[in-house]
C-alpha cells in the first residue's frame, strides 16, 4: 500500500529528518511509528501524504510514485487518504460541522449526504453535541477529535495520524485508540504515530521504532 | 455532470458569501468599478444620440433655395424648370411660407412666439434632396443656383453634418480608448481583490489542498467572485447612465425633440447591455484569473 524505499529527507537547514528509511505498509496493516520528539515520525508521515518530497529514494502510494505523480492526480490520491495533524489544521472562521464536511464538500459529495457522514463521524469522536459549535472555543484535545472526524468522515482506505492522542485525557485517548481499531478491523489501512506507545495497549499493531530519523526497529503485527 | 454543477452552485454561493462578508469594502469597490465604467458608457449613448441625429442630416444631403420676399410665380416657375432634369437632383418640393409656418409651430412648440409676431417672416423656398452621396453634385448646384434670379439664398445642410460625423468618429476612438484604459483598471481592481481574499484564505486553501482539493476547486470561487465584481460594476454602470439620460431629457425638454424624434433619447438597447456585461464580466474573469494563477503558485507543490 505505502512504500518508502531509500528515502532520505534533508531539510533547508541541512539536519536529516529521516535517513535512508526501507518502509513497506501493507493494505491492511495497522502501524504505530514510536519515537522520541525528533526522531521523524512527522517527516515520514509527511512524505507518505506527499506533503514534504524525499531528498533522496522514492515513496509509493497505492502504486503511484509520489516523486513522479502528474500533480494533478495528487489531489486525487490524497482523498483516498484521512490525515490527523499534529497540530489540526482547523479553519477557526467556520463551525465544527463545516470543518468536519471539508472533505466531503471537496469531493463532491451531495448535500444530504453530507449531514449524515459528518454527524456519524461527529458521534464516533464524541463530539455530535458540538456540530455548530466554533472551535476557537474548544479545547485542545477537542479539536484534536474534530481533526479525527475531519480524517475518516469520507471513509479514507488509508488514515495518517500523527500525534492523535498527544493531547487527549486517558479516557479520550483509550475511545480514539477504540475507534482506530475498529477501523482496522473493517480494512482500514493506519499508521499512527505517537511517542506512548503504551496508550495503544493491547491493540493488534505493528511496532515501528524511529530513532533520530534512522529505523531501529520494525517489528510484526502482534496478535 | 450534476455534481459538477452541484460543485458550480457551491463556488457561487461561497463568491457571494464573499461579496456579502466584507461589505462596505466590496461595495465601495463595486462602486469604483462602476463610476469607471459609466464614463466610456456614458460618451458612447451621448455619441449614439448626436450620430442618429447627423446621419438623418447627411444621409440625405439637402439644399434649400430660399426666394426673395418679392419673387412671385413667374419667378418660381422659372426656377422650377431649372431644378427639373438637372442631374444632382433627387427630389424636390415647393414649401410655400405659410405651410413653413405652420410647420415652425408644431415642431417646436412655438406658436407663442409666432403669434406675437403678427406677419409672416418667412420665405417661400425649394428644398432639394440630392441623390445619396451626392452631396458634391448638390455642392456645386448651390453656388450655381445662387446666381439664379429670385434666388435670395441658397444653403447646403450637409457640412455641418458632415462636420459632426468627424467630430463623432474622433469621440468614438476617445470611447475606445477611455474604454480601453478602464478596462485595464477594472482588471486591476479585480487582482488586487482577489490577492485580498486569498492572503485571507491562505489556511482554508491550504488545508483544502492537503485533503484532496483540485486547483479547479479551489480557482472556482475566486473566479465567480471576479466575475460577480465585474458584472455588478456593469450593472451599477448601467444604473447611473439610464438615470443620467433620463435627468439630460427632462432638462434638455424642447430641445431634446430637435434631437431625436418624440423628444426621447437614445438609451442603451438590450445589445448595448449585454456587449457590457460580458465585458465587464469578461474582464472581472481574467482578473480573477490572472491573480489566482499567480499567487495559487505559492501553494505548491503541498
Ligand atoms: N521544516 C523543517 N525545517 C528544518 N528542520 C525540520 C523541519 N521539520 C522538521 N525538522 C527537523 O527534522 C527532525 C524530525 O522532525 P519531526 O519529523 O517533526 O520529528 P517528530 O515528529 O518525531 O517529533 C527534527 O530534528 C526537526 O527539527
Ligand atoms: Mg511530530
Known amino acids: 500500500m505505502i512504500t518508502l524505499s531509500g528515502v532520505t529527507k534533508r531539510h533547508p537547514g541541512g539536519q536529516e529528518a529521516v535517513r535512508r528509511l526501507d518502509l513497506s505498509v501493507a493494505r491492511g496493516e495497522f502501524v504505530l511509528l514510536t519515537g522520541h520528539s525528533g526522531a521523524g515520525k512527522s517527516t515520514v508521515l509527511k512524505l507518505m501524504a506527499g506533503i514534504e518530497r524525499p531528498t533522496e529514494g522514492t515513496v509509493t502510494v497505492s502504486g503511484q510514485d509520489l516523486g513522479t505523480i502528474r500533480s494533478g492526480a495528487l489531489p486525487y490520491l490524497r482523498r483516498n487518504l484521512g490525515l490527523v495533524f499534529q497540530d489540526h489544521k482547523l479553519l477557526l472562521d467556520r463551525s465544527v460541522f463545516d470543518n468536519v464536511a471539508l472533505p466531503l464538500r471537496i469531493a463532491g459529495f451531495p448535500g444530504a449526504d453530507i449531514g449524515k457522514r459528518v454527524r456519524a463521524a461527529l458521534d464516533r469522536v464524541g463530539l455530535l453535541d458540538r456540530e455548530r459549535g466554533d472551535p476557537v472555543t474548544l479545547s485542545g484535545g477537542e479539536q484534536q477529535r474534530v481533526c479525527i472526524a475531519r480524517a475518516i468522515v469520507h471513509r479514507p482506505a488509508v488514515v495518517l495520524a500523527d500525534e492523535p492522542t498527544a493531547n487527549l485525557d486517558e479516557a479520550y485517548a483509550l475511545e480514539i485508540v477504540g475507534l482506530f481499531r475498529r477501523l482496522h478491523e473493517v480494512g482500514v489501512t493506519l499508521v499512527v504515530s505517537t511517542h506512548s506507545p503504551t496508550a495503544f495497549g493491547d491493540a493488534r499493531v505493528r511496532e515501528v521504532a524511529l530513532r533520530q530519523g534512522i529505523l531501529v526497529r520494525s517489528g510484526e503485527a502482534r496478535a | ?302
Open chain 2, 1 to 302: 455532470m450534476s455534481r459538477l454543477l452541484r460543485e458550480h452552485g457551491l463556488a457561487f454561493q461561497d463568491a457571494l458569501r464573499r461579496l456579502g462578508g466584507q461589505f462596505v469594502a466590496a461595495f465601495l469597490n463595486l462602486l469604483v468599478i462602476g463610476i469607471a465604467l459609466s464614463l466610456p458608457l456614458a460618451m458612447y449613448v451621448v455619441l449614439g444620440n448626436v450620430s442618429d441625429f447627423s446621419r438623418q442630416a447627411a444621409a440625405e444631403p439637402q439644399l434649400t433655395l430660399f426666394l426673395r420676399p418679392d419673387a412671385d410665380a413667374t419667378v418660381a416657375r422659372n426656377i422650377e424648370s431649372r431644378l427639373k432634369g438637372h442631374a444632382a437632383i433627387g427630389r424636390y418640393q415647393f414649401v410655400a411660407k405659410a405651410v413653413a409656418l405652420e410647420d415652425l409651430k408644431k415642431a417646436a412648440g412655438l406658436s407663442g412666439i409666432v403669434e406675437e409676431l403678427g406677419r409672416n417672416p418667412l420665405p417661400d423656398a425649394y428644398v432639394v434632396t440630392g441623390r445619396p452621396d451626392g452631396a458634391e453634385a448638390l455642392e456645386a448646384l448651390r453656388s450655381e443656383a445662387a446666381t439664379w434670379p429670385g434666388v435670395d439664398h441658397a444653403q447646403l445642410d450637409t457640412l455641418w453634418a458632415r462636420q459632426v460625423e468627424a467630430v463623432i468618429r474622433g469621440g468614438r476612438t476617445v470611447v475606445v480608448i477611455l474604454g480601453s484604459l478602464l478596462g485595464v483598471a477594472l482588471v486591476a481592481i479585480t487582482f488586487n481583490t482577489i490577492r485580498l481574499q486569498i492572503l485571507g484564505r491562505r489556511e482554508e486553501i491550504e488545508v483544502s489542498k492537503l485533503i484532496g482539493a483540485t486547483n479547479a476547486f479551489i480557482r472556482r470561487p475566486f473566479l465567480y467572485l471576479g466575475t460577480l465584481q465585474g458584472l455588478i460594476g456593469a450593472c451599477i454602470a448601467w444604473g447611473l447612465v439610464m438615470f443620467a439620460v433620463g435627468v439630460l431629457e427632462r432638462e434638455l425638454g424642447v430641445a431634446a425633440s430637435l434631437i431625436a424624434q418624440d423628444g426621447v433619447l437614445r438609451r442603451l438597447d438590450i445589445r448595448d447591455t449585454i456587449a457590457l456585461a460580458v465585458l465587464a464580466g469578461g474582464l472581472g474573469w481574467f482578473g480573477a484569473w490572472l491573480s489566482v494563477t499567480l499567487h495559487l503558485r505559492r501553494f505548491e507543490p503541498v
